[in-house]
Nanobody, 121 residues
C-alpha cells in the first residue's frame, strides 16, 4: 500500500506565499516523477508542476516564475513553493507520484487527498 499525504494549504491574500508538502509512504521501491495538479470549481484538473527523478522540471505557463517545485528523494517528499499568489490560483491542489512497488514492477500513479488553497483579492 502506498499513501501520499499533503499539507500546507490554507487561506492567503493575493501576493502572499504558501508552501505545500507531500510525503509518500508505504511499500515503495522507487519513485519516478512527483508533481502537483490543481482543480478549481467547474474546471478540469490541470498540471501545475512536476519533477522527474533526474530533476527535470515542468511548469504550467500560468505559474512559471512564481512557483517552484523541489524534491527530497531521501524523504520521498515533494514541495511546492508558491509565491505572488493570485485569486486565480484558488483550487484544490493534488499531489501525484509515479511509484514502483518492487523490482520488475510497473510504475503506478498515486494521488493525494488534496489540499485547499484559497487566495483572496
Amino acid at each position: 500500500q502506498v499513501q501520499l499525504v499533503e499539507s500546507g494549504g490554507g487561506l492567503v491574500q493575493a501576493g502572499g506565499s504558501l508552501r505545500l508538502s507531500c510525503a509518500a509512504s508505504g511499500s515503495i521501491f522507487s519513485i519516478n516523477s512527483m508533481g502537483w495538479f490543481r482543480q478549481a470549481p467547474g474546471k478540469q484538473r490541470e498540471l501545475v508542476a512536476t519533477t522527474t527523478n533526474g530533476d527535470r522540471t515542468v511548469y504550467a505557463d500560468s505559474v512559471k516564475g512564481r512557483f517552484t517545485i523541489s524534491r527530497d528523494n531521501a524523504e520521498n517528499t515533494v514541495y511546492l513553493q508558491m509565491n505572488s499568489l493570485k485569486p486565480e490560483d484558488t483550487a484544490v491542489y493534488y499531489c501525484n507520484a509515479e511509484i514502483s512497488r518492487g523490482p520488475f514492477r510497473n510504475l503506478d500513479v498515486y494521488w493525494g487527498q488534496g489540499t485547499q488553497v484559497t487566495v483572496s483579492s
